[in-house]
């Protein structure tokens, strides 16, 4: 018996946006496609704050990857662990001793917290990348709440509704318009022993401004925003350390059981696998097709791509860059493997956006600025459209229309307690 014709295997490596977009892009293609990843899930993460702070359940913004690409005939799901990748051999090292043959690899495995070489910060400063850690910012929010309510030391109390967030970038305000919604609104006359809304909610910037890809005036209007809802912002505050009682800045102290993390990321360490330039965050200087230089068969998509080609700087870590690299790299890997020259990515951005909260969100889409209600109409609308699934959708629209007419967080679940 002989062999049929060989079809080319391309292998990407992450199922968030950049590698779903890569997996459909190869659909009609004729070539073998598998796609790797830890979890066996997709997680919108634009909304993880949402399940952080008790707005949506993990189910509303995650579904399982099998189910999203069911009926792409030409692709494979694998739930594995990719340890390293061997460039010279073509292959993949998984977890449990496999290897992983490729044709042609895409690499879009993201990016993680970074806390600038003081990771013993990490278990008292959790980030915002997972549902894992989207749950346990949830049970350290609302545990606060419910200590406080059992404490009777003024001080200790004090502390216990200090909740301090650093970075302040879209994740960071997003996060602490959400908890300040939280002290003053949902958690209004529950407790008879401390007043929710004497919560104090510091966002803490190190640069010279929160949400710096945002024009003036739309800074500007986050910052009303933020302090309308009781949020005191810092800008040009960084933290110098942080311990099991709360934040130093220089010589003040900020005595806080609640420390969040949105500062800084780290890209995943699977790009150190070619020996070749990383940025500051560890992303891989790619060549403008998206490409490994000295790896022609090698495409980088996603967070884990610095791409300086257009700007000379990288490009946004946001969903539509993402989709819009993952795509790309799928096409170049076809027109590598059929003897095609590659062809340079060019971003389109479709705009900016950030939620401060009810009825607040900022948007810049360059001919058109938006901020106020109107601005979080156009959030609103257009994270709805980008959830992946009906089921998802219809869930969200449900939930935000409640809490909309209510106040109310309607998962205020506090799991996994130790």
């Known amino acids: 018996m002989t062999d049929g014709p060989h ?44 399940v952080a702070t008790a707005g949506l359940s993990p189910g509303d913004i995650a579904s399982p990857i099998r189910w999203i690409l069911r009926r792409q005939a030409n692709l494979r799901v694998l739930l594995a662990t990719v340890e390293r990748v061997d460039p010279a051999a073509k292959c993949l090292h998984l977890d449990g001793g496999q290897t992983l043959a490729y044709d042609a690899l895409i690499l879009a495995t993201g990016v993680t917290h970074s806390y600038f070489g003081h990771d013993d910060w ?14 346990e910012i949830r049970k350290r929010v609302l545990l606060a709440f419910e200590k406080a309510e059992r404490e009777t030391d003024p001080a200790r109390q004090r502390r216990l509704l200090t909740f301090v967030i650093v970075g302040g970038g879209p994740t960071g305000v997003e996060l602490a318009g959400a908890l300040a919604e939280i002290a003053r609104q949902a958690l209004r006359s529950e407790f008879d022993n401390v007043d929710p809304a004497s919560a104090r909610i ?21 910052r009303r925003s933020l302090t309308r809802l009781g949020v005191q912002v810092r800008e040009g505050t960084a933290v110098t350390s942080i311990d099991e009682g709360g934040v130093m800045l220089g010589g003040e102290r900020i005595e806080a059981d609640t420390v969040l993390w949105a500062a800084g990321v ?28 000295g790896f022609p068969d090698v495409f980088i998509a996603g967070d884990l791509a610095s791409f300086t080609h257009q700007t000379g700087r990288p490009l946004p870590g946001v969903a539509q860059a993402a989709k ?29 956006l950030a939620t401060i909260g009810r009825n607040a969100a900022i948007a810049d889409f360059g001919f058109l600025r938006l901020s106020g209600y109107l601005g979080w109409l156009f959030w609103v609308f257009l ?25 109310q967080r309607s998962v205020r679940l506090i799991t996994h307690d130790d």
Request: hydrophobic content about 40%; glycine content about 8%.
């Open 7 to 50: 079809v080319p295997h391309i292998v990407i490596v992450g199922g968030g946006f950049a590698g779903l977009d890569a997996s459909r892009a190869l659909a009609r293609e004729p070539v073998r496609v598998t796609l790797v990843d830890r979890h066996n899930h997709h997680v919108f993460q634009p909304l993880l704050y949402q």
């Open 122 to 135: 990490q278990p008292r400063a959790p980030g915002l990348k997972t549902l894992d850690d989207a749950l």
């Open 202 to 222: 510091l966002l803490l910037e190190a640069g010279p401004s929160i949400l710096t890809t945002f024009p003036d005036s739309l800074r500007a209007s986050a």
């Open 266 to 293: 780290q890209a995943s360490s699977l790009g150190r696998c070619f020996g070749t330039e990383l940025d500051r965050a560890g992303r891989v200087v790619v060549e403008p097709d998206l490409s490994v230089p």
């Open 324 to 352: 819009q690299l993952g795509r790309h790299a799928a096409r170049n890997a076809v027109r590598r493997l059929s003897g095609e020259p590659t062809r340079p990515f060019r971003y389109l951005d479709p705009g900016n």
């Open 383 to 407: 994270h709805i459209f980008f959830l992946i699934g009906f089921r998802n959708r219809a869930s969200v629209m449900l939930q935000w229309a409640i809490s909309y007419v209510t106040y």
